[in-house]
């Protein structure tokens, strides 16, 4: 009698390292734990770990999520230098990681700064790497890492056609590039069939400043620092202060990522908490996806720099005013008034949204369905970790002999 042989599952390793990533994965996520030919294995490093940029552990858990391993590696400072530091920190410990888990794929996401850290520990090691949204254009250190990332991968998840145009123009075997949608358009998506704001955010999250009546409308603020513009940090944060507290609009702000110049940002909203009259603004530090997403569609329009703006909001149909270069490049939709770092701009583009009507839904980043997309694809995808393997079945053109260098015509000198 013959037994059964139980099938092995891949084991895909995801690593988390900031708060934005959570809700660019999540529903790839729930589509990878519940593939029967796949095992999930969650990382979490970095500003993922911090509540200053938004801890996600709390919020995988109450999503049901297991993390198999939590990696210290984020440097205090929020310089250039402590950038630098934070990746090498980073590449020794998921190393380690990587060794101790055995994954058959390591997940890298997007763009980060300290992402690079689990591409080249992964690729060191000889396990496939796949990236999810490459090929991308943007401002920012964003754009080296995102390019880096996707040239160390092995197989590539795009968002839109034109993402993976570019992909394929950097050498990438276009056999191994895969338009999937952004997995966090998915969300999105469920939230569309809800979109009430269905909760009171200063219960829910807390935060702090005062609580300003926003039944009758109300701003939501994101706001980055650019790490290419990093002595420009402060300036920049305080021309969108000046509109907002002169607009006197209820405003919800929230924190900004652990990059180079975030300190300054946060610095300067402390100033101005102190020093002039934001009674109407409140600040968080971290939503959940789905509240935040129901948050920013029942807003007047989203204020800042935050990839948000242009991937899920232009799929909610929100309005967004997009400030400076950081989005620079990015695919878009018809949502977005681009405008510089500049009080009386920022005003203006308020008045814009308040008198026009809201843009139609995009679906440039996706229909919502790429969490799925995403996980059959890491369960049938031909595994590899050498991009030669590209070539393996053609039969390679060389030339007829060994190039033979010429010797040297010029006479030797004689010496004294």
Same mark, same amino acid.
Not at 66 to 72: A, D, I, L
Not at 216 to 224: A, E, I, R, S
């Given at each position: 009698m013959k037994t059964s042989v139980p099938m092995t599952k891949r084991k895909i390793c995801v690593v988390i390292t900031a708060r934005p990533s959570y809700s660019r994965i999540k529903t790839t996520l729930q589509?990878?734990?519940?593939?029967?030919?796949?095992?999930?294995?969650?990382?979490?490093?970095?500003?993922?770990?911090?509540?200053?940029?938004?801890?996600?552990?709390?919020?995988?858990?109450?999503d049901g999520f297991?993390?198999?391993?939590?990696?210290?590696t984020m440097l205090d400072g929020e310089n250039l230098t402590s950038m630098a530091k934070t990746v090498g920190v980073g590449l020794v410990e998921l190393s380690n990681?990587?060794?101790?888990?055995?994954?058959?794929?390591?997940?890298?996401?997007?763009?980060?700064?300290?992402?690079?850290?689990?591409?080249?520990?992964?690729?060191?090691q000889n396990i496939p790497l796949v990236h999810i949204q490459g090929g991308e254009i943007t401002g920012s250190i964003d754009e080296k890492v995102?390019?880096?990332?996707?040239?160390?991968?092995?197989?590539?998840?795009?968002?839109?056609?034109r993402a993976m145009e570019t992909v394929i123009k950097l050498g990438e075997d276009p056999g191994y590039v895969f338009n999937t949608g952004c997995p966090s358009i998915d969300l999105a998506r469920n939230v569309l069939k809800t979109p009430d704001l269905n909760?009171?955010?200063?219960? !829910?999250?807390?935060? @702090?400043?005062?609580? #300003? *009546?926003?039944?009758? +409308?109300?701003?939501?603020?994101?706001?980055?620092?650019?790490?290419?513009?990093?002595?420009?940090?402060?300036?920049?944060?305080?021309?969108?202060?000046?509109?907002?507290?002169?607009? !006197?609009?209820?405003? @919800?702000?929230?924190? #900004? *990522?652990?990059?180079? +110049?975030?300190?300054a940002v946060s610095q300067s909203i402390s100033y101005y908490r102190s020093h002039s009259d934001l009674s109407h603004v409140h600040f968080f530090d971290n939503m959940i996806p789905d509240d935040f997403l129901r948050l920013v569609y029942n807003s007047i329009c989203l204020i800042g720099n935050s990839s948000m703006g242009i991937r899920e909001c232009s799929y909610l149909g929100v309005p967004v005013i997009n400030?400076?270069?950081?989005?620079?490049?990015?695919?878009?939709?018809?949502?977005?008034?681009?405008v510089d770092h500049d009080k009386q701009e920022i005003i203006n583009a308020v008045r814009f949204w308040q008198s026009n009507e809201r843009p139609k839904q995009s679906f440039v980043y996706g229909k919502g369905d790429a969490g799925k997309k995403m996980a059959d694809i890491l369960a049938t995808v031909k595994l590899r970790y050498s991009k030669i393997l590209q070539f393996q079945d053609e039969k390679p053109v060389y030339n007829s002999g060994p190039v033979r260098l010429k010797r040297s015509t010029r006479k030797k000198h004689k010496t004294a």
């Open positions: 589509a990878i734990k519940k593939h029967s030919k796949l095992e999930l294995q969650i990382v979490l490093a970095g500003p993922a770990l911090l509540n200053k940029y938004g801890n996600v552990d709390d919020i995988l858990h109450d297991e993390v198999k391993e939590r990696v210290y990681v990587f060794f101790k888990l055995q994954p058959d794929m390591v997940v890298v996401i997007a763009d980060r700064f300290e992402t690079i850290s689990v591409s080249i520990a992964a690729s060191y995102r390019h880096a990332n996707t040239k160390f991968a092995d197989i590539h998840l795009v968002c839109n056609t909760f009171d955010p200063y219960k !829910k999250y807390g935060g @702090f400043g005062s609580k #300003p *009546n926003y039944l009758n +409308g109300y701003l939501v603020v994101m706001q980055h620092s650019v790490t290419t513009e990093f002595g420009e940090a402060k300036f920049q944060v305080e021309e969108t202060l000046q509109a907002i507290k002169d607009i !006197k609009m209820p405003t @919800f702000w929230f924190s #900004p *990522n652990a990059d180079a +110049g975030s300190d400030i400076g270069s950081r989005q620079s490049g990015r695919e878009r939709g018809c949502n977005l008034v681009d």
